[in-house]
């Protein structure tokens, strides 16, 4: 295997200019001063460059095929061909793009991210719509360029969700809908939980404190990571050796700082779990994404943000270990609010205007609504003159809600502006996602609720790392799904799971 | 200039691998979780490794011989030539270093240093030898490729510091010797000043404070830097845009912070006043070094960090401006301290076995000590095996103190396990410098210390950019200082400010 072993010592040196990308990034969004940025900019730039040019080089190609041979006999879904298969998949895709491309996207983005954060601040839609026109011009021409053969939008879902199409899409959500909708109906008329008490004043070191201290308990280990406050929260990581959190804080909010911890809690348990001879390795890098993950896919990665913020952190049994503890650190704020009403408080259920304020049930209509939209803008259904129009629409049908403005409805998000057209439905299949993982543990690991009842995450995050984290980007989502679950991708457990949960909270009749 | 073009750009993509380095070791060094050591270490490997390639390809020679070609008409000194000079004389030094003694000096200095850290804390010289002896072996190789006509410590002091030679230093020594031997005899016959004030209890965060108060008032520009804590204080710069500085602060320990800060401080204003347009060029990179840094040597960047630590920062009107502040920061630990009486403490002189504690008398002499002894190894005249007892001998000499031990001893210092020799004597040209241009600026300056009386430092700070700073490595350090004072290196400055500010503080009979 002296093909195989070259190869894998050249794709180290490529896991190293992605990873150190990774470095470059966070330390812009955490440390660096703001004069750094325009510099910053160039060296990134600079890395990117040289990773692409290792991807096509010759070297490359000459490497590959005699590793292909090499390990021929070996199992086709064994650590070796997987390796092999990523990079031949990247490789090929960067030699069939067009530099212009390339550049006219990178170009595009930097400009249109500018654009879009002053015509939100503005409230100009007319002022983004130009930008907008030529980003879907472009993630057109790259859809061309990545294939398809039903949908150009299949194209792009595929960069973030591999397999995932806008065929599975329509139909998974149309499953969503017919739970959620009338679910949402049902809850509107209910009794809402008192939730006051979460506006009192939190100390942020404390906020910090309780959150790290449940972070560790989940089993995010701090001797190969960090917990850092940042604009927006995010995990990034630099090999499992390395993996780094951030968090905000505002007095006035617990639960944003809370349970955004426990989010990135649960991306950086996967990094952190990745086995360690995938280190350096193709199978933890995204490279067509030029970036350094050790997750299966956007959407297998939010599975388990989800599965430890939602399916654990906002679960009675949770609340029932860590209620007390709470109020040690939160005397005065919580002295008059018992275990339930707090469970109760931060599981309510309030359509709201803005994605990521929204509860679990009204997050995936905001999902559904962008999906639609862009799918639409993507096979030109949808002019984006017409996009704030039917933004509007669909969130009256969806939640009953119409923006007082652009600002707080089509130009909310960053993601159409930074070109990631097809990142947003991987929110809605982690949600899914960890529904199915979280009922395989549940039913083959012995008393998982016992020790979860207990504050002991081990037993959990033992299976999850045996049958997920380990592997990497080894399987694809749909096959590990397969492997760990019995199933694809099935909304069964994730139904089952909003139904009991919200009939129970907010005690409708069955 | 068509070549001349693409050759910056090409070295603008060096640059951009140079400055990432400095990001990937300042992280390091201030933030990273221990895990992330070895992944760390591979990232650097990896990113030393693509700029060297990029340092020795053939398309660099060909884009030389071109723009030297379309640059012949320029002046010598111009930016063009000198950027372009700077890249042949690397570009030509990697191509005549024998792969295999790169390879062994990286091995053994990892190896080397960490010997030397056990070797330490156990007092063990015998146990740190063999690798020494090999370093020094490495250190002549070395010597021979980059080449000398003299001495072989010519060729790796002139790393370091260029043009400096063997027998400059020794002539440098002997006119310190001859005016610090006795004056330290006289200052030792004298009433030492009061300092027990300085090792009461002065909060951390107030340290921080009043350290960055004046590191703004000096022209640190927090919007291009940022300050941190690490276990040695450094100074790093990502170009001049993004220029960080690190102390360590002990609650009983004033001023080791305070002066720490001051010190990084000073390299701060030099990587921070270099010129815009060499950012990403030659002239902010040690190419031979593999390091991003904007200063002509590393004896003209001590020379910064000195003049505003010492020639400032320890001066009678700089505390005239500032001690009523810190007394506001420091009520009850300095109530019974006037600012004369703090001016002396900090000041006082006190031979001590450990380099990094020495005050700016007794410094030198621990200089001298080291760069005799390197040199005598690299010449052959001293062996490792003699080395311990050729160090007490010398501190007997010098210091007229004997060390308990090898750790507080020869052991002490990191720099012949990490291979730095020859880097020893830029702490003294440092110094020496510092008075030469501290002089210089009283005399072309109006009313100079009457603004520095005042706490403006915009003239002085004026005067050392538009002479110094701005012009990064385009000079030799020799060329700059004459050009800045009208003299090559000249011990005659410092001397002089030696002799007045220590006859004065100890009221010396003149």
């Given at each position: ?9 050249y794709m180290?040196?490529?896991?190293d200019?992605l ?5 470059l ?18 060296q990134?730039?600079t ?10 080089a ?23 061909r ?20 390339t ?37 057109r ?6 294939g398809?053969?039903?949908h ?23 499953q969503?809908k ?5 679910l ?6 209910a ?18 404190a ?13 001797e190969?990571?960090?917990l ?18 951030t ?12 349970f955004?911890?426990?989010?990135e ?27 350094a ?39 005065t ?13 931060v599981?309510?259920?309030s ?28 096979d ?30 089509v ?10 057209f ?56 749909q ?13 069964q ?11 129970g909270?907010y005690?409708?009749?069955?």
């Amino acid at each position: 295997m002296k093909a195989y072993s070259e190869l894998n010592q050249y794709m180290a040196g490529i896991s190293d200019i992605l990873n150190t990308m990774n470095i470059l990034n966070w330390d812009a969004r955490t440390q660096m001063p703001t004069g750094g940025n325009v510099t910053r900019g160039f060296q990134l730039a600079t890395l990117s460059g040289l990773a692409q040019e290792k991807l096509v080089a010759d070297q490359l190609k000459t490497l590959l095929e005699k590793a292909e041979v090499e390990t021929a006999s070996l199992p086709e879904d064994g650590i070796e061909r997987r390796n092999l298969k990523a990079l031949r998949e990247a490789s090929e895709l960067f030699r069939r793009t067009p530099e212009r491309l390339t550049r006219d996207l990178a170009g595009l983005r930097a400009e249109a991210q500018h654009c879009w954060g002053q015509a939100r601040a503005k409230n100009d839609f007319a002022m983004f719509a130009p930008l907008l026109e030529r980003m879907v011009g472009l993630q057109r021409e790259l859809a061309e360029v990545i294939g398809y053969t039903e949908h150009p939008y299949d194209a792009l879902v595929g960069i973030y969700e591999p397999d995932m199409t806008h065929t599975k899409l329509q139909n998974l959500f149309r499953q969503l809908k017919a739970k959620c909708l009338p679910l949402l109906e049902r809850i509107r008329a209910a009794e809402p939980p008192r939730e006051e008490f979460l506006g009192r004043e939190f100390p942020l070191g404390q906020q910090r404190a309780f959150g790290l201290e449940v972070a560790q308990a989940f089993g995010y280990d701090l001797e190969r990571g960090r917990l850092d406050t940042s604009l927006h929260p995010f995990e990034i990581s630099f090999t499992r050796d390395d993996v780094r959190i951030t968090t905000r804080y505002q007095p006035n909010f617990l639960t944003m700082s809370l349970f955004g911890t426990l989010h990135e809690t649960g991306h950086a348990l996967y990094e952190q779990g990745v086995a360690p001879e995938l280190s350096r390795t193709a199978l933890t890098s995204d490279l067509p994404g030029m970036y350094a993950v050790g997750g299966a896919s956007f959407g297998t990665h939010e599975s388990q943000s989800r599965l430890w913020e939602n399916l654990v952190g906002r679960s009675k049994i949770f609340w029932r270990h860590w209620y007390p503890r709470l109020v040690e650190t939160f005397k005065t704020q919580l002295e008059d609010v018992d275990a339930e009403t707090f469970h109760r408080a931060v599981n309510r259920v309030s359509p709201s205007l803005i994605r990521v304020e929204a509860d679990e049930i009204t997050y995936n209509l905001h999902i559904m609504l962008r999906v639609e939209l862009e799918a639409a803008l993507i096979d030109g259904s949808l002019s984006v003159s017409d996009l704030p129009a039917a933004w509007n629409a669909k969130m009256q049908q969806y939640l009953s809600l119409t923006p007082p403005d652009d600002a707080r409805g089509v130009l909310q998000d960053i993601h159409w502006s930074a070109g990631y057209f097809g990142s947003f439905p991987t929110y809605t299949i982690g949600n899914v996602m960890a529904s199915q993982f979280f009922a395989a543990a549940r039913a083959q690991v012995p008393n998982l609720e016992a020790s979860l009842e207990a504050g002991d995450y081990a037993p959990l995050r033992g299976w999850l790392t045996e049958h997920i984290y380990r592997h990497g980007r080894r399987f694809r989502p749909q096959e590990l799904l397969q492997r760990a679950t019995g199933h694809g991708l099935d909304a069964q457990p994730y139904l089952e799971y909003l139904e009991t949960k919200f009939t129970g909270l907010y005690q409708l009749e069955g």
